[in-house]
């Protein structure tokens, strides 16, 4: 059974920092990363990272985020920085298996406001 497990939401003033944490369980995934959905928005790549350390970051974020992974744990994170009140969004881990099957966590929130 697959599981992916979020952690590291929040609340956070424009230009404050947050970590996002993801645990994977029950495959072995060859891509890893994030997505994010802002109220009345389409689901958005946020940043993706392939098990041999390929990063693909969202234009938005670039600079400003990090992401990376422990394929032997199985956890993906991704390190926000500078953050802007436009990146107040639902956070989605996501991951895909050698089968191209797609798999998403609960979503995690974070709000960026004064």
């Known amino acids: 059974q697959v599981q992916l497990v979020e952690s590291g939401g929040g609340l956070v003033q424009p230009g404050g920092s947050l970590r996002l944490s993801c645990a994977a369980s029950g495959r072995i995934f060859t891509i890893m990363g994030w997505y994010r959905q802002a109220p009345g928005k389409q689901r958005e790549l946020v940043a993706t990272?392939?098990?041999?350390?390929?990063?693909n970051y969202a234009d938005s974020v670039k600079g400003r985020f990090t992401i990376s992974r422990d394929n032997a744990k199985n956890t993906v994170s991704l390190q926000m920085n500078s953050l802007k009140p436009e990146d107040t969004a639902v956070y989605y881990c996501?991951?895909?298996?050698?089968?191209?099957?797609?798999?998403w966590g609960q979503g995690t929130q974070v709000t960026v406001s004064s």
């Open positions: 996501n991951a895909q298996s050698i089968t191209s099957m797609a798999f």
């Open positions: 990272i392939t098990r041999g350390g390929r990063i």
